[in-house]
């Protein structure tokens, strides 16, 4: 079984560029999961789906960052403008069904210059 | 709102010896409760959940963890470290939401040092 993939893996950039994330769940995992891991610190999620519906954002920043999920399979996540606080690694995360435990992919590590 | 405490930012611990991480939550009635583990470069990995019922957990690699509800912990044990269990350790809090989901909450992790 595939597991979740995510890509790019590492992405440099400066402030106040735009920056997307992409990720692909495990197949047939209803539920999806991004989360912002800052250096010395533990995941924190950012936005839940189910499905193609939002469950919870209420940590997302929306006044720069969005994530979509339109056809309930992959996702994307995107920053923009992005500031030199959002240097981190971004991890999506599926399960099967809400309430299940949680699959990670590798992350993207995000550095802003 | 829930929050995740894992007091240790690091451990140290020979090969062979015995293990035990702690983790203590904050939550008003009983949460979903998880261990992680994130090794160098590698994505997190469940060890062990616990949803209810028995409150001892067996997990993957040799791992356990108590839910005490009485003292708001759920550590994770190992009797027996490998030098391979050297990693980042995260605990994990869900609190129930609409529709069975849960909201999860992670502690800021604890760094397991294993010498040989």
């Known amino acids: 079984e595939a597991g979740v993939a995510q890509s790019p893996r590492y992405k440099i950039i400066e402030k106040r560029q735009s920056v997307a994330f992409w990720c692909n769940p495990i197949?047939?995992?209803?539920?999806l999961y991004w989360y912002q891991q800052i250096l010395g610190q533990g995941p924190k999620l950012l936005i839940q789906f189910q499905n193609n519906g939002v469950v919870d954002d209420s940590q997302l920043p929306k006044d720069r960052f969005s994530a979509e999920r339109l056809k309930g399979v992959d996702s994307t996540l995107k920053i923009q403008p992005a500031k030199l606080e959002d240097s981190a690694v971004y991890l999506c995360?599926?399960?099967?069904?809400?309430?299940?435990?949680?699959?990670f992919g590798p992350g993207t590590r995000l550095t802003v210059l | 709102a829930q929050s995740v405490t894992q007091p240790d930012i690091h451990i140290t611990v020979s090969e062979g010896a015995s293990l035990e991480l702690r983790c203590n939550y904050s939550y008003g009635a009983t949460p979903y409760l998880f261990w992680y583990v994130q090794s160098p470069g590698q994505g997190l990995q469940l060890l062990l959940k616990?949803?209810?019922?028995?409150?001892l957990v067996q997990g993957i690699k040799g791992f356990e963890a108590e839910f005490k509800r009485s003292q708001s912990s759920f550590n994770l044990r190992k009797p027996s470290v490998h030098w391979s269990d050297a990693a980042e350790y995260f605990c994990?809090?869900?609190?129930?939401?609409?529709?069975?989901?849960?909201?999860?909450?992670f502690g800021r992790g604890t760094s397991l040092i294993v010498h040989p």
């Open positions: 616990y949803f209810s019922g028995d409150t």
């Open positions: 995360a599926s399960s099967v069904h809400r309430g299940r435990a949680q699959f």
């Open positions: 994990a809090v869900g609190s129930p939401a609409s529709g069975g989901s849960y909201i999860p909450t």
């Open positions: 197949s047939g995992h209803a539920t």
